[in-house]
C-alpha cells in the first residue's frame, strides 16, 4: 500500500529488466519485462485505463564500457 501517493503509472529499468510500477487507489503494483517495447505498451495501457496522461518513454540504459584498447 502506498497511502497519499496519487494514482501513476512508471517504467524503470532495474537489474537487466524493465519494470512498471503502478499505483491505483493507494495501491502498489508491479510487472517485470526483459522488453522495453512491451513495457512502454503495457505502461501506456495502465495509463488509458486510469485516464492519465501519456508519458515520454523511459530512457533506454547506456551501454556499458569496454575496458582496453584494441588488440592486434
Do not use: C, T, Y
Not at 499505483?23 to 526483459?34: I, T
Request: no cysteine.
Amino acid at each position: 500500500m502506498v497511502a497519499g501517493e496519487p494514482d501513476s503509472v512508471r517504467v524503470k529499468f532495474i537489474n537487466g529488466q524493465w519494470l512498471v510500477r503502478v499505483v491505483e487507489g493507494g495501491r502498489l503494483a508491479h510487472q517485470l519485462f526483459n522488453i522495453h517495447a512491451e513495457a512502454e505498451a503495457f505502461a501506456e495501457e495502465e495509463r488509458h485505463r486510469l485516464g492519465l496522461p501519456g508519458e515520454p518513454p523511459a530512457a533506454e540504459p547506456a551501454e556499458p564500457k569496454r575496458r582496453g584498447g584494441r588488440r592486434r
